[in-house]
């Protein structure tokens, strides 16, 4: 299954799911994406930088301490919940999603953790 077919699959998997996009945050920029919200390339090229600001922020360094090497964040606000997750073997590859709040979100990241594996590991 391609990138842009595996993207999709969660978005028809979560109709909450209103972008999927898959990114590498080492060259800074959304390589693909899916699900029906509008977007430029600024809007997503913002989103691209909300990802790469959070796992670089300094405070991280608290909760890698703690835990390792932070690979989710999730940002909630009134109008949607936007998840970021990196890849543990490979940490340039990242899913950048923005998602209505009543998404099942448990559900979601184990939707969207199992497609970057099969993303990053080419299959």
Request: charged share 20%; glycine share 6%; proline share 7%.
């Amino acid at each position: 299954m391609s990138v842009p077919e595996s993207l999709g699959a969660v978005v028809k998997a979560f109709p909450q799911a209103r972008l999927v996009a898959f990114a590498d945050l080492s060259a800074r920029m959304i390589l693909t994406s899916a699900g029906p919200m509008n977007t430029t390339q600024e809007h997503l090229d913002r989103l691209c930088h909300q990802a790469r600001t959070c796992f670089d922020d300094p405070l991280f360094s608290l909760s890698v301490e703690a835990f390792g090497e932070p690979h989710t964040a999730v940002v909630m606000g009134p109008a949607n919940v936007r998840v970021f997750l990196r890849s543990e073997i490979e940490p340039a590859d990242a899913l950048c999603c923005i998602c209505d709040p009543g998404i099942d979100l448990p559900a979601f990241v184990a939707k969207i953790r199992d497609t970057l594996d099969r993303i990053t590991n080419g299959g």
